[in-house]
């Protein structure tokens, strides 16, 4: 893919999904996955995202640079901002205390749901939640948009994205099988650092050159294609790695 045609779908991805979540809301009833738990339903939002997770393995995490409206408030605010490039780990044990405290609080709301009767348990219905942007679901996306542009503006790029996520935990995981990756031509690299500058998850990209060959094996990758664009030597390109064994072997 060329790199201007990155740099325009990764803008309308951008622009799309922050700014026309509400209309996903009101129009099509996407909802939120805590919603879907607290109600007993596998609703389309759900289902999205498990088809996310099982494309991860191939096509990486493209759930996450493409179409997350959080991780899009995120960029937009360090964008703005510029923090500089940083590498640093995720913290696992936030990353499971995250998850613990999301799935327990859903769960318990849809065990009392059951008590009362006003479920029977879980069912298939995409469509469960109202096609509606009412009150509250317009104060749930104010609150997560508005947590996310602080959490952004406190914090390393995406940190949110990578510690705090319920969906980016699991598909971190996933993305280190992926088979399409950055890669970078080893030849060409001036190791001058503007992919690392640009990253919008800080991946240290440099190191992947000087260790592996230019292949970015990195399960904090969201497939942006910013380091793509961003290299003034076209040294960086997507490509489908099917064996990483084989391909190490044949650089």
Request: glycine letters at 6%.
């Amino acid at each position: 893919m060329k790199k201007n045609r990155i740099s325009s779908l990764s803008f309308l991805s951008r622009f799309f999904f922050l700014m026309l979540t509400p209309a996903f809301f009101q129009y099509f009833a996407i909802g939120f996955i805590w919603h879907s738990i607290y109600w007993g339903a596998v609703t389309m939002v759900m289902i999205i995202w498990v088809i996310f997770l099982l494309l991860t393995p191939i096509l990486g995490r493209i759930g996450c640079g493409w179409f997350c409206f959080m991780g899009t408030a995120y960029d937009c605010v360090h964008h703005a901002r510029k923090p500089k490039a940083e590498y640093r780990k995720t913290m696992t044990w936030f990353r499971v205390l995250m998850q613990i405290m999301f799935f327990t609080s859903a769960f318990a709301f849809f065990y009392l749901n059951i008590q009362r009767g006003t479920i029977n348990g879980f069912h298939f219905n995409p469509f469960r939640l109202e096609p509606s942007f009412n009150r509250h679901y317009c104060l749930v996306w104010c609150v997560d948009i508005g947590m996310a542009s602080l959490t952004a503006l406190l914090t390393n790029k995406r940190w949110g994205c990578r510690n705090m996520c319920i969906f980016g935990f699991p598909a971190s995981y996933l993305a280190k099988y992926s088979r399409l990756v950055p890669v970078v031509d080893t030849e060409k690299c001036v190791n001058c650092g503007l992919c690392e500058t640009d990253c919008r998850t800080g991946v240290h990209l440099l190191q992947y050159v000087k260790d592996n060959k230019g292949l970015v094996a990195d399960s904090e990758c969201v497939m942006c294609g910013s380091c793509s664009v961003i290299c003034k030597k076209d040294a960086i390109k997507y490509q489908f790695v099917w064996n990483r064994k084989e391909f190490l072997n044949n650089r």
